[in-house]
């Protein structure tokens, strides 16, 4: 019988322009997320913020240390609210899925059904 706990962790990101918005809006990124993963017996690692990163730019820091925090501790799922919060770009958001699966993390969007 394999007891192994599922692990996840979070990513919140927000480009918007008002300080208090993105705050905002990284904290109900975050709540629903641990809802998700407390209602599917995930346990959370770690919860990056992004505060007013663009999703356009490739190279953000953040993104890297994500990756780099994939590669070591290797968690089953990435939660994120919606696909597009990874980067609205879909060539580069399939970049970023390659890296994680490489590390066996699977991209978790809980506001999309498919």
Known sequence: MNN?????IIYARTSGTSTT?????????ERVCKEYCEQNGMEVKK???????????PARNMMRKILRFCKQVRPDFLIVTSRDRLNRSVWVRNEIISHLLKTKTTIRP?????
């Open 4 to 8: 192994k706990k599922i692990t996840a």
């Open 21 to 29: 918005r993105k705050e905002d809006s990284l904290q109900e990124q």
């Open 47 to 57: 919860v990056f913020h992004d505060l007013g990163a663009p999703a356009l730019d």
């Open 110 to 114: 809980i506001n999309e059904t498919n």
